[in-house]
């Protein structure tokens, strides 16, 4: 398989990680959109958002029980963060690998 995120995993692409369990990597978007913005993949690959089956429910919920923790370790939680997750190439999906970026650090615009 020639996924980017995969190989982040398996650590053969390094990658300025902020946390790291058995189920989940994050680490720091090499083109950051914020002051703080963070990739949180699943270990396991799943393509898109529309690949998540009933038994990756367990899963889902440790990404974010993740972007949580991230968020607290960084010093976002209290002033806010957005998580987005792009799925396929009309969501502006560029790897396809399951992925939810946490931005903050700033008072974010757009969304509202």
Known sequence: MDCIF???IEGSIPSKKV????????FHDIQPAAPVHILLIPKKHIATMNDVT???DTLMAE???AAR?????????????RLVNNCNSDGG???YHL???????????GLG
Not at 19 to 26: G, L, P
Not at 72 to 81: F, I, T
């Open 6 to 8: 995969c190989k982040i």
């Open 19 to 26: 946390f790291e369990n058995e189920h989940v990597v994050a």
């Open 54 to 56: 009933d038994a990756d």
């Open 63 to 65: 990404l974010f029980r």
């Open 69 to 81: 923790h991230v968020a607290a370790e960084l010093g976002v939680a209290e002033s806010g963060y």
């Open 93 to 95: 999906q560029i790897v």
């Open 99 to 109: 992925h939810i970026h946490l931005l903050g650090g700033e008072k974010l615009k």
